[in-house]
T-cell receptor, first 114, second 114 residues
């Protein structure tokens, strides 16, 4: 199993551009998450999904959108990129079939908005 | 609402010395507790978790943590650290309420010096 994969690894955007961060998991997990990590701030939840077709906002959803058309994929869309969105983005998943909540993380996407 | 506080943002320590990384949480319900480790330029990976039972939990790479319900703490310890333990460590908590959201602390950067 590849686990959770994310593309791209790095990206530089200009202010106002848009992009999609891709996330795929091959563990048949129901629950998927997008976090952003800023220095000294830990991880903040952007959006999450409890299954295909179901998504919900986390702590910091403004400026982002998600979709979940399949169990495997959970892309994160940035519209009108702003410097405040410079961060490292992590996708994670968990099975949801028990209450143990251990999450499996992808390697991250480092995004810079200039 | 649940929250997690990691009391030290950085912990420098010499190789082969013991280390303790402190974590306190708040919640009004039963919780599951986790420590994750993030090596440079990688995603987070699970170090250990407390679900129930024995309050002393052993994890990978010689780490252990003790759950103290009265003090709402879950401190991470290792009796003798190696250079390779240099990483960022995150304490995390999930509530046992059927939801599947995890709250992460801000992280503690462990720096092991030769």
């Amino acid at each position: 199993n590849a686990g959770v994969t994310q593309t791209p690894k790095f990206r530089i955007l200009k202010i106002g551009q848009s992009m999609t961060l891709q996330c795929t998991q091959d563990m048949n997990h129901n629950y998927m998450y997008w976090y952003r990590q800023d220095p000294g701030m830990g991880l903040k939840l952007i959006y999450y999904s409890v299954g295909a077709g179901i998504t919900d906002k986390g702590e910091v959803p403004n400026g982002y959108n998600v979709s979940r058309s399949t169990t495997e994929d959970f892309p994160l869309r940035l519209e009108l990129a702003a410097p405040s969105q410079t961060s490292v983005y992590f996708c994670a998943s968990t099975s949801g079939t028990d209450a143990f909540h251990e999450q499996f993380f992808g390697p991250g996407t480092r995004l810079t908005v200039l | 609402a649940q929250s997690v506080t990691q009391l030290d943002s950085q912990v420098p320590v010499f190789e082969e010395a013991p280390v303790e990384l402190r974590c306190n949480y708040s919640s009004s319900v039963s919780v599951y507790l986790f420590w994750y480790v993030q090596y440079p330029n990688q995603g987070l990976q699970l170090l250990l978790k407390y679900l129930s039972g024995s309050t002393l939990v052993k994890g990978i790479n010689g780490f252990e943590a003790e759950f103290n319900k009265s003090q709402t703490s879950f401190h991470l310890r290792k009796p003798s650290v190696h250079i390779s333990d240099t990483a960022e460590y995150f304490c995390a908590v999930s509530e046992d309420t059927g939801g599947f959201k995890t709250i992460f602390g801000a992280g503690t950067r462990l720096f092991v010096k030769a």
